[in-house]
């Protein structure tokens, strides 16, 4: 099992950032895929951004193409914890924020269903 919780989200000003957190515990951190999914009211949860373990090669970070060059995604293996740096945030962005775990590395997944541990979710919410 793993356990993820994120933290970090809040009410933020178009134009502003924010930095969310995810800390993971229950299994070896640095050998997992690392994602973070977005959920709005009425939509389907997305794909927003993704990490690779530490020993694939290769580019090691994606996003989706909504939030490619303001969103940034890292890992910190030491703390067990993931981050996503949100930057130039705009109204849209406004979601539930989650973090996830696919214990099977899948290269480049994008999809829920290929992740098998989620956190709680954490609030975004991006004023005009």
């Known amino acids: 099992q793993v356990q993820l919780v994120e933290s970090g989200g809040g009410l933020v000003q178009a134009g502003g950032s924010l930095r969310l957190s995810c800390a993971a515990s229950?299994?070896?951190?640095?050998?997992?895929?690392m994602g973070w999914f977005r959920q709005a009211p009425g939509k389907e949860r997305e794909f927003v951004a993704a990490?690779?373990?530490?020993?694939?090669?290769?580019?090691?970070?994606y996003y989706a193409d909504s939030v490619k060059g303001r969103f940034t995604i890292s890992r910190d293996n030491a703390k067990n914890t993931v981050y996503l740096q949100l930057n130039n945030l705009k109204p849209e962005d406004t979601a539930v924020y989650y973090c996830?775990?696919?214990?099977?590395?899948?290269?480049?997944?994008?999809?829920?269903?290929?992740?098998?541990?989620w956190g709680q979710g954490t609030q975004v919410t991006v004023s005009s």
């Open positions: 990490v690779a373990a530490i020993r694939m090669s290769g580019e090691n970070a």
């Open positions: 229950g299994r070896p951190f640095s050998t997992y895929l």
């Open positions: 996830a775990v696919d214990s099977d590395n899948t290269r480049y997944a994008r999809d829920p269903g290929e992740f098998d541990y």
